[in-house]
Nanobody, 122 residues
């Protein structure tokens, strides 16, 4: 288990960009796969992006390809999600996770943050 904390979520306007950060308290986080998911009210948890320890292996949901970018900042035990051209449908609670496999499945992620709210006004 790795203790994770997301930050950066806020109210933005449609078309804006925003970067979310996830910081781990354990420096060993750099050796794990990192992932980002989101969940909107009444919706299933949705996979967004994942990356291995050095970011050379990445995977993105089709719905966010070209708009969202996952990056690792291992020196700070952090992972970021850079988002551009935000849309109203991006409104959700965003979660980071640590796991052992670059995958769309939440089953491969064992540690989760508590989430950060992103609200995109229409």
């Amino acid at each position: 288990q790795v203790s994770l904390a997301e930050s950066g979520g806020r109210l933005v306007q449609a078309g804006d960009s925003l970067t979310l950060s996830c910081k781990a308290l354990d420096r060993l986080f750099s050796a794990y796969v990192a992932g980002w998911f989101r969940q909107a009210p009444g919706k299933e948890r949705e996979f967004l992006a994942s990356a291995n320890w050095n970011g050379e292996s990445t995977l993105y949901a089709d719905s966010v390809k070209g708009r969202f970018t996952i990056s690792r900042i291992n020196a700070k035990n952090e992972v970021e999600l850079q988002m551009i051209n935000l849309k109203a449908e991006d409104t959700a609670v965003y979660y980071c996770a640590a796991g052992n496999h670059v995958s769309v499945s939440s089953e491969f992620y064992y540690s989760w943050g508590k989430g950060t709210q992103v609200t995109v006004s229409s």
